[in-house]
């Protein structure tokens, strides 16, 4: 289903969905209070989406976000709504930000607290997917700045040399994608020495 680049598709009002540390739902709060002092713990995912060349798709954030504006960062996070499944919930944010499609593959899941300032926080339980499309990229730019596409090995590159540029749940998911789950990430980056793409 075609979208507009202009569609307005997150509000600072939805509800997102409170867990425990164990990622047992335990209540709902809107999305702004989530996100103010140093955050409530709320479940989130992150979507690391590649082409058939291995390459990572990036996306730089919006001047409007509130949290890290202008950072770049992996192809697609946000957080499930309440009621609202993983699976239905990964499927809408892809068609909302990237107007594409894809076949997700869960990995892990893990907690991390960030702030920005006195902007507020993250506090989330992220699970972390790693998927594959051939969609032609249609980037919301509500959510998206600039999106563009990276092999493994000039993404460690970017991240070794100016790490400042890139949200802090990126630079961790990315890290223990390449440490702890290398034959999964091999499947769709191609991490392998004897490959020219790394």
Known sequence: MQQQADRIVSSESEELILVDERDVEIG??????????????????????????????????????????????????????????MQKATARRLQDELNIEAELEFVYKFTYQASYGERGAENELCWVYLGRTADRILANNHEIAATRSLTAAELQEEIDSDPAQFTPW???E????????????????????DDDQA
């Open 170 to 172: 990126f630079k961790l």
């Open 28 to 85: 709902h709060i809107d999305k702004s209070s989530a996100h103010d002092a140093d955050g409530l713990l709320h479940r989130a995912f992150s979507l690391f989406i590649f082409d058939h060349d291995g390459r990572l798709l990036m996306q730089q954030r919006s001047a409007s976000k509130r949290l890290w504006p202008c950072y770049w960062s992996n192809s697609c996070c946000s957080h499930p709504r309440r009621g609202e499944t």
């Open 174 to 193: 990315w890290q223990r994608l390449v440490n702890e789950h290398r034959a999964t990430l091999e499947k769709y980056a191609r991490l392998r020495a």
